[in-house]
């Protein structure tokens, strides 16, 4: 089995594994209890947070665990707006292309009295600081536009946005989901005063993630019932999936610029190889995306087929978001970066981690050439194209 999803989801380091079972085994005392092997585990937490907090540059108090990041970004988007509700000030900027976690925690607070400006996104799948500027208003509380793109890749300037919300005095959240441990981060040095990110990203386990918030951001919860994370998040902490997570995170930041040039290199490999099939296209820019990350659309073909085949083949990838793959619509994010329906619908995505090799990537690019080749071969859409009653979209 080729595994060619990361994106999705990692497979958990030894790192992450190491630092897991002996709190299974061993450490499994309630951090909030009294008692030694209770305290033991407090300890252990701590230690945890501080950890990641470094890799973060932030301070530990500002880390909060959460159940991963989609709850990150609900909570970080809420107390953003309360914090601008309590000001009078109901405006929110993003973009098209945010992940589900963001856009449809937007929706609600548009229900909810506030307005949302979702900024459009270039074919090259990149926004500006200077659009974002322009899109603020007196009555903005709050910009939320992620670090880089779950389907595409493409990675944005969160640094030049954070200066430009700082100069206006508005808060800026970053959905780091898919950054984080790919990609330094440093949210002094960026700007950022929000920041969600979810261990099973790089190589921790599912299940745990952090919400970073600047220490002058008052939290508003989402979950009530217990006293944990400085009474902002209820629940007793997991312990074990937060050590693997503060593990996972010291290996992957530990070994980031060398991992880097791993993956890229296979990446641009990946991406070359998959040029070379007729009427298929890189969605998103070539070179301003994560370090794994391959998105293409082919057109003639419909996505869903093309992975069953791959799957047939040993090869595991997707068509975008694992958190809309039930869905039968085209991604959204491939709608707002100019994708036409119909070959947004032929979209692959491929993304790669440092433990791929360059031969599984030469069998990724024939088998996905010879998938393309066998679908396009029975697509009567596909046989008007060539036969000249339509029109070819990627040419």
Same mark, same amino acid.
């Given at each position: ?217 008052p939290l508003t919860n989402l979950i009530y019932g217990g006293a944990q994370e400085r009474g902002k998040r209820a629940g007793t902490e997991n312990l074990p999936a937060v050590l693997g997570m503060a593990a996972a995170l010291d290996d992957a930041c ?16 990946? +991406?070359?190889?998959?040029?070379? +099939? ?94 393309v080749s066998y679908l396009r071969g029975m697509s009567p859409v596909w046989r008007d194209l060539q036969e000249g009653r339509k029109n070819y979209v990627i040419q």
């Amino acid at each position: 089995m080729i595994y060619a999803d990361n994106a999705a989801t990692t497979k958990p380091s030894r790192a992450a594994l190491d630092a897991m079972i002996p709190c299974l085994e061993g450490q499994y005392g309630n951090p909030s209890s009294l008692y030694t092997l209770g305290q033991q585990a407090r300890e252990a937490l701590e230690d945890a947070r501080a950890r990641i907090a470094k890799n973060l540059n932030a301070t530990p108090r500002e880390i909060t665990f959460t159940s991963g990041g989609s709850e990150a970004d609900n909570q970080a988007l809420r107390s953003a707006a309360a914090i601008g509700a309590r000001k009078g000030k109901k405006h929110i900027i993003s973009t098209k292309f945010e992940h589900h976690a963001i856009l449809h925690t937007l929706q609600a607070l548009e229900k909810e009295g506030f307005t949302v400006t979702l900024l459009d996104v270039h074919t090259n799948g990149i926004v500006t600081a200077a659009e974002v500027e322009t899109a603020i208003t007196p009555e903005t509380c709050l910009v939320t536009v992620m670090y880089a793109n779950n389907e595409i890749g493409t990675i944005q300037p969160v640094a030049e946005i954070g200066a430009v919300c700082h100069r206006h005095g508005v808060l800026f959240h970053t959905d780091a989901v898919q950054a984080a441990g790919h990609l330094p981060i440093d949210v002094q040095a960026q700007n950022i005063d929000l920041l969600s990110l979810s261990a099973h990203k790089f190589h921790g386990p599912k299940g745990v993630g952090v919400l970073y918030a600047k220490k002058t951001i008052p939290l508003t919860n989402l979950i009530y019932g217990g006293a944990q994370e400085r009474g902002k998040r209820a629940g007793t902490e997991n312990l074990p999936a937060v050590l693997g997570m503060a593990a996972a995170l010291d290996d992957a930041c530990a070994h980031l610029a060398a991992n880097t040039a791993t993956v890229t290199l296979l990446r641009d490999t990946l +991406i070359a190889g998959l040029s070379a +099939i007729p009427h298929g296209e890189l969605n998103g820019d070539a070179t301003h995306r994560l370090p794994g990350n391959v998105s293409f659309c082919f057109e003639g073909i419909e996505g869903e087929s093309l992975l069953l085949l791959l799957d047939q083949k040993g090869i595991c990838a997707s068509s975008g978001s694992a958190c809309t793959s039930g869905s039968l619509d085209p991604s959204h994010v491939l709608l707002a970066i100019g994708r036409p329906h119909e070959v947004a619908h032929g979209s692959l995505r491929l993304t790669l981690c440092e433990e791929n090799t360059p031969r599984e990537v030469e069998e990724i690019i024939e088998s996905v050439r010879q998938v393309v080749s066998y679908l396009r071969g029975m697509s009567p859409v596909w046989r008007d194209l060539q036969e000249g009653r339509k029109n070819y979209v990627i040419q």
